[in-house]
């Protein structure tokens, strides 16, 4: 039966039962090309779509155009959806109609529960798929597992050409880090277990204890045990006697904290805090180094298609009060600095995670600090750790990971070049 608008009836029905998956995953921008050239759509209507902000605001008007399209329109809807590569989305609807006339649906509408995914750190489970600990993101590239790291050393020459420009980085170890991974969760939250989770944590402090860290691990944390136990790491003596510091926090998050296991979050300013120069004064101008995996929102990055084509100076002069002036004055600190913090997604974003080769970010992270250590500063490095990012892409046909993308950053009040000088001097 013809709906209001030409439309039959159950079409609309499938359209308005998925509305909101729709909303969500669909990738308009080749899509509404098909439509055009079918004359489902009009090139006014295209740019209707167009002007919405956002794409979840293009995709509702889309939605609401697309049942007043006439009869063929849905037809043609499916067949764009396929051609377009999100044949998920046409078999969710053809699963609907089905579904209407109390019929299994064709084989070709099964989704293989066995086909590789991608899953993300991100908090609320109701956003994402629930997967069994088997299922991964297809790869793109060779390995079923984390490499085998190697760090190689940076030559004496590297040392001495570079050392006169970059923190002090001599002592042996040359710091202490910390990595904290929390992976099994309970709690009102119900944050679902994070597969892939351990991959990152083993690489991670490999990769530390290679780049001549001593290394100290936590696993599963509530937020309150991360604060004390982040706290009690920030006061340890051994900071005295060491150059540098990392950190590494690997959890479920939203954008401004990370989840404790008990599905509390601590705030990642107040572990900033912890580690600033008024609480720690042991690493005062000494370089900390962050590394955040988790997400810091539930937005999943679709995407979208490319389009061709020296240590303390003087200040120039200092305000006087009118208390009078020290004969003696102190150098002074700002109560944060010498940080550098590099995070997996973007804010409002979700981070991805392979469930077998670990998150997106921590892979490339430990590939390209261990290749480049030897002669690239830290900053330089999470600049190719980004790099990395930006090229991934998702691949999990008949989830909204498929295609998804993820963008990394990192944010610094570091004062000079932060060479990590892996091997030198040379262990007697």
């Keep these: 039966m013809l709906g209001v608008w030409g439309m039959e009836q159950e079409h609309q029905e499938a359209l308005k039962k998925n509305r909101v998956v729709l909303a969500k995953q669909l990738l308009l921008s080749e899509l509404l090309e ?3 050239e079918k004359d489902i759509i009009t090139l006014e209507m295209r740019e209707l779509i167009q002007a919405k902000v956002g794409s979840f605001s293009q995709n509702v008007e ?8 006439g009869p063929h329109a849905f037809e043609a809807f499916c067949d764009a959806l396929r051609e377009t590569k999100q044949g998920h989305l046409e078999d ?10 109390n019929l299994r649906p064709p084989l070709g509408c099964d989704y293989d529960s066995s086909f590789p995914l991608p899953v993300c750190d991100s908090c609320p489970p109701h956003k994402q798929l629930r997967l069994s600990v088997e299922t991964m993101e297809h790869s793109l590239d060779n390995g079923d597992g984390p ?3 190697q760090v190689k050393p940076c030559t004496p020459e590297f040392y001495q050409t570079h050392q006169h420009l970059a923190y002090r980085l001599q002592s042996r170890p040359r710091g ?6 929390n992976v099994h969760f309970n709690g009102e939250k119900d944050l679902e277990f994070r597969s892939g989770g351990d991959v990152d944590h083993s690489s991670l402090v490999t990769l530390f204890k290679l780049l001549d860290y001593d290394v100290h691990v936590l696993r599963d944390q509530t937020a309150q045990k991360m604060q004390e136990n982040l706290q009690r790491f920030a006061q340890l003596s051994a900071h005295q006697s060491t150059d540098s510091c ?25 572990v900033f805090r912890l580690f600033d120069n008024a609480n720690c004064p042991n690493l005062q101008n000494k370089p900390k180094m962050f590394f955040i995996q988790a997400c810091r929102g539930d937005e999943t990055d679709r995407g979208v298609d490319l ?6 100076v003087a200040s120039p002069g200092c305000e006087e009060s009118d208390a009078g002036k020290e004969k003696i004055l102190k150098m002074r600190l700002p109560t944060r600095s010498d940080m550098i913090c590099g995070y997996a997604c973007l804010k409002g974003t979700a981070a991805m995670r392979n469930t077998k080769r670990g998150s997106w970010y921590i892979e490339a992270l430990t590939q390209v600090f261990s290749e480049r250590a030897r002669d690239m500063h830290v900053a330089d490095m999470l600049v190719k750790v980004n790099a990395l990012i930006k090229d991934r892409e998702g691949y999990a046909p008949g989830t909204e990971f498929h295609r998804s993308k993820e963008m990394s950053e990192y944010s610094s009040t570091l004062c000079r070049h932060l060479y990590l000088f892996p091997g030198h001097p040379p262990t007697q």
């Design 62 to 69: 889309f939605l609401n155009l697309l049942p007043k399209r």
């Design 34 to 36: 098909h439509l055009l």
């Design 176 to 181: 202490l880090a910390m990595v904290l991974s």
């Design 307 to 312: 389009r061709d084509g020296k240590e303390h």
């Design 246 to 270: 990392m950190v590494a926090l690997l959890s479920h998050g939203i954008e401004g904290g990370i989840y404790g296991v008990d599905g509390k979050l601590l705030q990642l300013q107040e």
């Design 147 to 149: 490499p085998s790291l």
């Design 92 to 101: 969710l609807l053809h699963r609907t109609l089905y579904s209407f006339q």
